[in-house]
């Protein structure tokens, strides 16, 4: 029997604003697969997003959602999952949403160790705002801000949130989709912060000022480059350059927050 | 059983009076000369199951309060100017999503970095003014250490009532001053919550009109799934762009407060029966008027006081009243004219109003204000 997505899709509030060819649709799907292979109970858990075409997605689904600010996802999240750590909170957002403006809050969520899954779906660019160069805009690409080539590096997203002390970081695609639910739902079950990157696609403002010709072309491009990181360690830098690991780039267990929190109550009601 | 009293800071009685009122989280980013908010709730939250995070600035703060609001926790914040300036993008947030939050402000000198151990009041118009677009605003000027802590419970109170978010703002004066302060019973003050839904889950509307501008409120986690978002909305909290209901929508947030003012408004006058020259202040400033106001009657000068104890919504149709009463009022404030001009406003030419006006980092002293009624009377 064919998947039933209608569980999860709030009655009424489709068709979704996403221009054809756009992977966030995907990565929803995605999203509701993993969270239907887990079980998780509508009403415990949270999804949570910023601003952007990709922030739209909460939505759609039928769970607590809130919508909050450009960037500001990953704050209030924080805020949800102290008022009711036995929520399962979900963050979605775009490149932009979450490494530009929301860069301090993505960091500092990371380092806390908060446990929750902040899904980024990294298209490259400023979608919604009609492609302006994100953190996440390669070097020399177009974008309508950066019409001679954009001079800025990039960021790595998951190196990122390795770095600022994520204890789950996995990336995919938007081309992998069966993949990304696989992911989604380790990140979900990981106790701790968890960084999901889907590499995405915009044909709308970053394919079409990119000489992308199709959206499949765009799709194969996410085809190309993907290596899983087992395959990667059998080849040499040589056949890596250019390409992206995919799968499950980090995991370590750590202490998390709202658990820590709790002794923190224990030890302030102990006297100590 | 005799009351318990203290000898409290002005940031201290504030975060009691949080703690009074039920406040269960706390988030905040540290500044001067505020500090002691968060200090304190560090180290209280946790002692009644509550929590406390220190986040990466104030935008998260904000976040995060709003956050735990919804999540169903009554919340608090605490900042100075600075840190007002970053949380304003988010307060409107909480407005057009009815978050119930107290954001806790001690007055500092500004703009920017200013002076920050200098008292000042002049984020009065950052209250009303500081985040884009219409919204409603309430903001409330404690005059003393016994005032915070009250205060600090009706802030929620009325952000609990109305659903929206509620300033408290001392000046650094009242809030780094000790006095006794006398701690309220429990039951003593009343304390508000939130109105739950009372309809079954799939009929429930986080915006229904259908019970009166402040619909129930439900908690994420609690049973009631339901969307919010900064976006205009409709009723069921879901975007709309719908002109009809984005304009009802507006109104309706701007007017749970407008058509409340007497429910919010509170103020106090002080010889003011047969006053002739009136003063018009808040905060600390009103404790050097009612000292002037003593000393001119002293020397038979029929002064009074109008204390400002709620500065939004302003006292608008006492200040009007007033202005017909007397032959002058004086708006003593640490700031350049920002009461005095809402002064000025209800008074609509009735009576000249007279400023003086201190950025300096140092308080407005009574001789100051006893030279100003003699000069004007
Ligand atoms: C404070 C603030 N600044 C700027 C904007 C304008 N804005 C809306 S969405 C967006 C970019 C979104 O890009 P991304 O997060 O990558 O999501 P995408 O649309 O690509 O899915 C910007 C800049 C805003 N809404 N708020
Ligand atoms: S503009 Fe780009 S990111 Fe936004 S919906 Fe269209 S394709 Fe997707
Ligand atoms: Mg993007």
């Known amino acids: ?272 | 059983m005799a009351k318990k009293v203290a000898f409290l800071q002005g940031n201290e009685a504030g975060a009691q009076g949080a703690l009074y009122a039920g406040c269960k989280f706390f988030a905040g980013y540290p500044i001067t000369p505020s500090t002691e908010v968060a200090e304190v709730m560090s180290a209280e939250l946790p002692k009644v199951g509550g929590k406390f995070i220190q986040m990466e600035d104030e935008i998260g703060a904000m976040a995060a309060v709003i956050g735990g609001s919804l999540a169903g926790s009554k919340s608090l914040t605490a900042t100075s100017g600075p840190g007002l300036s970053l949380k304003q993008e988010l307060i409107g947030y909480a407005c057009i999503a009815e978050a119930p939050v107290v954001i806790f402000n001690v007055m500092r000198g500004g703009p920017s970095t200013g002076m920050p151990t200098g008292p000042s009041q002049s984020d009065v118009m950052s209250a009303k003014w500081g985040t884009h677009g219409d919204h409603p605003a309430i903001c409330l000027v404690p005059a003393s250490v016994q005032e915070i802590f009250e205060e600090t419970v009706r802030a929620f109170n009325l952000a609990e009532k109305y659903r929206t978010p509620v300033m408290i703002m001392p000046d650094e004066i009242v809030a780094h001053m000790r006095e006794r302060i006398v701690f309220p019973e429990p039951g003593e003050l009343e304390v508000i919550n939130r109105t739950a839904p009372s309809v079954p889950a799939d009929q429930y509307k986080p915006y229904d009109t259908k019970f009166g501008d402040v619909p129930p409120l439900a908690a994420f986690g609690s049973g009631y799934r339901f969307h919010v978002t900064g976006l205009n909305k409709a009723e069921d909290g879901f975007p709309t762009t719908k002109a009809a209901l984005v304009q009802a929508e507006e109104e309706r947030q701007v007017r749970k407060v407008d058509a409340n003012i007497d429910d919010i408004v509170t103020f106090e006058e002080y010889m003011l029966d047969d006053a002739e020259v009136a003063i018009v202040a808040f905060g600390s400033t009103s404790r050097s008027a009612r000292y002037a106001v003593n000393e001119a009657r002293k020397a038979g000068i029929k002064a009074g006081l109008f204390r400002i104890r709620t500065f939004w919504p302003f006292p608008d149709k006492q200040i009007k009243a007033l202005a017909s009463k007397v032959k002058a009022i004086i708006t003593p404030e640490m700031n350049l004219g920002m009461c005095t001009i809402e002064v000025r406003r209800c008074a609509e030419g009735k009576a000249p109003v007279h400023g003086i006006f201190r950025v300096d980092g140092e308080p407005i002293n009574p001789g100051q204000i006893l030279d100003k009624i003699k000069e004007v009377k």
């Open chain 1, 1 to 272: 029997m064919a998947f039933d997505y209608e569980k999860y899709i709030r009655p009424g509030k489709l068709p979704h604003i996403w221009c054809p060819g756009c992977g966030h649709g995907i990565i929803m799907k995605g999203l509701i697969r993993a969270i239907d292979s887990l079980g998780l109970e509508k009403n415990n858990t949270a999804i949570v997003s910023g601003i952007g075409c990709a922030s739209r997605l909460p939505g759609y689904l039928d769970f607590c959602t809130l919508h909050t600010a450009h960037g500001r996802a990953a704050a209030f999240a924080t805020g949800v999952k102290m008022a009711k750590p036995e929520m399962n909170v979900i963050v979605v957002g775009g490149d932009g949403d979450g490494t530009a403006i929301g860069g301090n809050h993505f960091i500092h969520a990371c380092r806390r160790n908060i446990d929750m899954t902040y899904i980024i779906m990294n298209n490259n660019i400023y979608g919604m705002t009609g492609g302006q160069f994100s953190p996440c805009t390669p070097t020399g690409a177009k974008a309508s801000t950066t019409p001679y080539g954009n001079p800025d590096p990039a960021f790595d997203v998951a190196k990122l949130a390795i770095g600022a002390g994520a204890t789950f970081v996995a990336r995919g695609t938007a081309y992998h989709a069966t993949q990304i639910d696989k992911l989604i739902a380790e990140a979900v079950q990981h106790k701790g912060f968890s960084v999901v990157e889907i590499l995405d696609d915009c044909p709308t403002t970053y394919g079409r000022r990119n000489k992308f010709k199709s959206v499949i072309e765009m799709m194969n491009r996410l085809k190309d480059i993907a290596v899983p990181v087992k395959a990667a360690e059998k080849m040499t830098p040589e056949q890596l350059q250019g390409k992206i690991l995919t799968g499950v780039l980090y995991k370590e267990e750590k202490p998390e927050y709202t658990t820590e929190y709790a002794k923190v109550i224990e030890r302030a009601k102990g006297g100590k």
